[in-house]
Nanobody, 124 residues
Framework: VQLVESGGGLVQAGGSLRLSCAAS????????MGWFRQAPGKERELVSA????????YYVDSVKGRFTISRDNSKKMVSLQMNSLKPEDTAVYYC??????????????????WGQGTLVTVSS
């Protein structure tokens, strides 16, 4: 599986952006998918993750109620709808995938596939 993100950009605080991640390969539905972000000078953090079927979803506390993750296995896509954006959401956002949820949540440095990243900048 290979991943390509799109949808980043510059937005004012309170605005919205939708990030998309397109996957190639035949086994997308076998992967737990997630969105990470890394702001300058900060550690990478898991923002949201979705199970293979889409039934189980995780959000970091700071984005709950504002961000929504979704996946479409038929289109091999995972998206992150980001509303009510704040300046502290500014970061490079990465789409990532792995066959195991534990790797996604506990050992992100070992994740099987990563996208190239897309920059989200939220101005105040």
């Amino acid at each position: 599986v290979q991943l390509v993100e799109s949808g980043g950009g510059l937005v004012q605080a309170g605005g919205s952006l939708r990030l998309s991640c397109a996957a190639s390969g035949r086994t997308f539905s076998s992967y737990v998918m997630g969105w990470f972000r890394q702001a300058p000078g900060k550690e990478r953090e898991l923002v949201s993750a979705v199970s293979r079927s889409g039934a189980a979803i995780y959000y970091v506390d700071s984005v709950k109620g504002r961000f929504t993750i979704s996946r479409d296995n038929s289109k091999k896509m995972v998206s992150l709808q980001m509303n009510s954006l704040k300046p502290e959401d500014t970061a490079v956002y990465y789409c990532a995938g792995d066959r195991f949820i534990a790797t996604m949540t506990q050992s992100s440095s070992n994740l099987e596939v990563w996208g190239q990243g897309t920059l989200v900048t939220v101005s105040s």
